[in-house]
């Protein structure tokens, strides 16, 4: 496996990430409401990430990472950029190999996620909110302490880790047709196409995306990685671009792209909460929103969500709640 | 097994509910944390029945009673007093079974409980709130309809459901010391005492009691039935006496009460949000901020805890966290 081949994300590495990782996770639950089957027209499974460590699938791919470093790599520690989930996930990861975790945090990043990343036992460094200055403080980070560099998604060692929610999913709900999954870099979309073709090919996977922030939707409609100039989306975890490896995967698997609008994300997290008891953050709330506003055609009869994440405040959500999207 | 005959509650009345249910209940999950396991000094299972149909546990009894009844008596229906959580799982089970289900229901009840009764089919009537206006009200209902009055939680059938709770606990949880279970009626509470003396007689069943709302710490100590005048607590779901087949069970199998704070209710409350990103009402916390507040000497080291429900909206739960409880 090669960072930035893709056809050398196999089946081996997924498996070999999951034995990696396994002991290090929690199996989340699969759970299933027959109030949303009702409203969507469809039997839906969720795999319910937000109950991982961490809050979200991310501690999968920065699990296999860290622990798929040579000794010698490992004792210098890892480094990334990040205002949320993976800081804290690559934190946790560290943590269990012993070794240090640098996070590049912008200025602005929200003091709660800055605290779960210190509480996690990570090192922070603060940068101006821009990329030239994150990128100059993250080379100055890993040349001072010789850390290895872990991109959030653009990463096979990434995609194979998040590959193992896919493969769970598809052990405990056996007759899926579909999985509708959230991207943003990609990291877990990419993981899921991967997990999907190699084990149950006849299961179509598709990538939700808010429509605020929809580079993923243009750039498999043209071919090539489109920029992403300024994403307007409550779904904060999914404001980031595509990555190079995540686009190859889900353009040479066939992956489609279905759209949600803001309102039909606060809907959906508001269905999380009210009828299935879940906290779910907005950008987890994706692929319930898009399989809402998808027409029927798109959906299949038995579909795999998966929910990404549930990092988000009761504050936050009740902004979010009054913001409209009544259920 | 008749009514009002405590001891005539057996395992195997309970495995009877078990197979009468099982088939129209969730095999609700069995959840950890890390971060709360820290901060308890203890090994928590939580067995979250917020996932079970309707929203909490009391589905298991209800359908138990409906599904026990002979074809003569089912045809004409149920009905019982509710203002709560078994008013809507009484529809939920009389729908299952194709009966009517009629709900006397006081005026002041809010409207999204009286809302979610009319969802699930049930029939609702309204009564002044006060208890001879609801006795009134419901001679009324059963002489008009025959239907058959089930109690929420002072009968045998009930406590039989309720107990298939703690026997999946134990199931999937099979090392516990000790289960802390709310105690309001006593259902559940009654129902953990007979499953966890018949299946597993060295795990302790200690019931969870609101500071505000003690009436089953007094009744306990005395050893009688003690009034519950003024209940003053936030979990609503615990504000109701005591009832007479339940104390006899906790008294005859020696269960011991714990008491929580309104601070403590809040802050468990928030501690299910924030760190297991779990929707649950405060009747449902009040086992861990029993837990939180006892002495050390109280808490075994492997420990099943009942989360009885998550039917509370976003609104309430925001003014409650906003009142303190920070943690």
């Known amino acids: 496996m090669s960072v930035g081949s893709v056809s050398e994300v196999t089946l081996a590495d997924v498996r070999d990430a999951h034995d990696r990782i396994r002991a290090h996770i929690r199996r989340t639950p699969v759970l299933t409401s027959r109030a949303i089957d009702e409203l969507v027209g469809a039997r839906l499974a969720f795999k319910c990430e937000s109950f991982q460590r961490g809050g979200s699938f991310k501690i999968r791919g920065a699990l296999n990472a860290v622990l798929s470093l040579d000794e010698r790599s490992a004792m210098r520690g890892v480094a990334t950029h990040s205002s949320g989930n993976f800081?804290?996930?690559?934190?946790?990861?560290?943590?269990?190999?012993?070794?240090?975790?640098?996070?590049?945090?912008?200025?602005?990043?929200?003091?709660?996620k800055r605290a779960a990343i210190e509480g996690y036992g990570g090192i922070v460094t603060e940068c101006a909110p821009n990329v030239p200055a994150r990128e100059a403080m993250l080379a100055a980070v890993v040349a001072k302490t010789g850390a290895q560099f872990v991109h959030p998604y653009d990463d096979a060692r990434i995609v194979a880790g998040q590959a193992t929610a896919t493969v769970e999913l598809l052990e405990d709900a056996p007759d899926l047709e579909q999985i509708w999954v959230p991207v943003g870099g990609?990291?877990?979309?990419?993981?899921?196409?991967?997990?999907?073709?190699?084990?149950?090919?006849?299961?179509?996977?598709?990538?939700?995306?808010?429509?605020?922030?929809?580079?993923?939707?243009?750039?498999?409609?043209?071919?090539?990685?489109?920029?992403?100039?300024?994403?307007?989306?409550?779904?904060?975890?999914?404001?980031?671009?595509?990555?190079?490896?995540?686009?190859?995967?889900?353009?040479?698997?066939?992956?489609?792209?279905?759209?949600?609008s803001e309102a039909a994300i606060v809907r959906a997290t508001r269905l999380f909460f009210e009828r299935m008891k879940l906290v779910v953050e907005p950008s987890g709330a994706v692929p319930l929103a898009a399989l809402i506003e998808a027409p029927k055609s798109r959906r299949a009869r038995r579909i795999g969500v998966l929910v990404s994440g549930g990092n988000v405040d009761l504050d936050a959500l009740a902004a979010l709640f009054a913001s409209g999207g009544a259920t």
């Open 186 to 260: 990609g990291g877990l979309a990419s993981g899921a196409a991967v997990a999907a073709r190699a084990l149950a090919p006849r299961v179509a996977v598709v990538a939700a995306e808010p429509s605020g922030a929809d580079d993923a939707f243009r750039s498999l409609a043209s071919g090539r990685i489109e920029p992403m100039a300024n994403p307007a989306t409550i779904a904060d975890g999914l404001r980031t671009p595509l990555g190079r490896i995540n686009f190859a995967i889900l353009s040479s698997q066939g992956v489609t792209v279905a759209l949600a």
């Open 87 to 112: 800081g804290a996930a690559l934190a946790i990861a560290a943590g269990v190999r012993g070794v240090p975790a640098y996070i590049v945090v912008p200025t602005n990043a929200p003091r709660v």
